[in-house]
T-cell receptor, first 112, second 114 residues
Framework: SQELEQSPQSLIVQEGKNLTINCTSSKTLYGLYWYKQKYGEGLIFLMMLQKGGEEKSHEKITAKLDEKKQQSSLHITASQPSHAGIYLCGADSLGNFNKFYFGSGTKLNVKP | EAQVTQNPRYLITVTGKKLTVTCSQNMNHEYMSWYRQDPGLGLRQIYYSMNVEVTDKGDVPEGYKVSRKEKRNFPLILESPSPNQTSLYFC?????????????FGPGTRLTVL
């Protein structure tokens, strides 16, 4: 089965600081998705990456997929309290594209 | 407004009492899926459906049933709930089956089985 490992598991940063969350796959990724979840609430789609070397940005969040398509990073610039939550990476299964896997998530707290 | 709705949002029940969590989407999506979220384990897929009358198991299907009789609805049925099914459940949908399509998630159902 597809395995997605996220690091760090949790992160506390001072407001205004930059941070990076990583997602590593045991297998080559076809599509890698980033979601954000506010504690106890639903998931909000952030970005999807498909091509090796691809990079996408939305406001202060940038996501990258490495050339080998096995690792993705999510970078937040000048963090704000509104960035707090759980960040999850997700991916389609290579063997069965109707199955979907998530990493265990990274809990982010931003101190004002 | 395009959305995925789940009901109930919160449910406390007792072991063995059958329950159904409903999921409905108004986006004419083909694909729907159920996940459970547990601390330290992330989200794990329970069942998914590629279209009406087409469903298949995810990674953790034991103890759950689903049906897809209409395109918009995908209920999750726990025929004999047990305490290890206490979890946060999410329903999701996407326009088409297969890869590279974004899933939209419902707000979640927090289930406690005593």
């Amino acid at each position: 089965s597809q395995e997605l490992e996220q690091s760090p598991q949790s992160l506390i940063v001072q407001e205004g600081k930059n941070l990076t969350i990583n997602c590593t796959s045991s297998k080559t990724l076809y599509g890698l998705y980033w979601y954000k979840q506010k504690y106890g609430e639903g998931l909000i789609f952030l970005m999807m990456l498909q091509k090796g070397g691809e990079e996408k940005s939305h406001e202060k969040i940038t996501a990258k997929l490495d050339e080998k398509k096995q690792q993705s990073s999510l970078h937040i610039t000048a963090s704000q309290p509104s960035h707090a939550g759980i960040y999850l990476c997700g991916a389609d299964s290579l063997g069965n594209f109707n199955k979907f896997y998530f990493g265990s998530g990274t809990k982010l707290n931003v101190k004002p | 407004e395009a959305q995925v709705t789940q009901n109930p949002r919160y449910l406390i029940t007792v072991t063995g009492k059958k329950l159904t969590v409903t999921c409905s989407q108004n986006m004419n999506h083909e694909y729907m899926s159920w996940y459970r979220q547990d601390p330290g384990l992330g989200l794990r897929q329970i069942y998914y459906s590629m279209n009406v009358e087409v469903t298949d198991k995810g990674d953790v299907p034991e103890g759950y049933k689903v049906s897809r009789k209409e395109k918009r609805n995908f209920p999750l049925i726990l025929e004999s709930p047990s305490p290890n099914q206490t979890s946060l459940y999410f329903c999701a949908s996407s326009f088409k089956t297969g890869r590279t399509d974004t899933q939209y998630f419902g707000p979640g159902t927090r289930l406690t089985v005593l």
